[in-house]
């Protein structure tokens, strides 16, 4: 049964850190590209980043280019989102999503994969 668990997930404070991570179970971890997604109430579910099968690609959105960091561990079958210097508008519920994407890349948007987790939810505030 293919299965993605998102964890780590909390209230922070503004500019504190959190760490996601993404247990991956069912598949091969290896063949497949990891984005992180997330979505506040109202609005639409964003990418966030992604990270291709060997680590080719990765990409930001433009909102949290050298605040997020994002990694991968195969052979835990693991991703990881490292967020920095949060800020109130990264409230969200965060998902992360599996997607069998050719050419080592990866693609910031939904429709690009095809499991995903149930999301972990991010609060800051102060």
């Known amino acids: 049964q293919v299965q993605l668990v998102e964890s780590g997930g909390g209230l922070v404070q503004p500019g504190g850190s959190l760490r996601l991570s993404c247990a991956a179970s069912?598949?091969?971890?290896?063949?497949?590209?990891i984005g992180w997604f997330r979505q506040a109430p109202g609005k639409e579910r964003e990418g966030v980043s992604c990270?291709?099968?060997?680590?080719?690609?990765?990409y930001y959105a433009d909102s949290v280019k050298g605040r997020f960091t994002i990694s991968r561990d195969n052979a835990k079958k693991t991703v990881y989102l490292q967020m920095n210097s949060l800020k109130p508008e990264d409230t969200g519920l965060y998902y992360c999503?599996?997607?069998?994407?050719?050419?080592?890349?990866?693609?910031?948007?939904?429709?690009?994969?095809?499991?995903w987790g149930r999301g972990t939810q991010v609060t800051v505030s102060s």
């Open positions: 999503a599996a997607g069998f994407i050719v050419r080592n890349t990866c693609v910031l948007v939904p429709s690009g994969y095809t499991y």
């Open positions: 990270i291709s099968q060997s680590e080719v690609t990765i």
């Open positions: 069912g598949f091969t971890l290896d063949n497949y590209a």
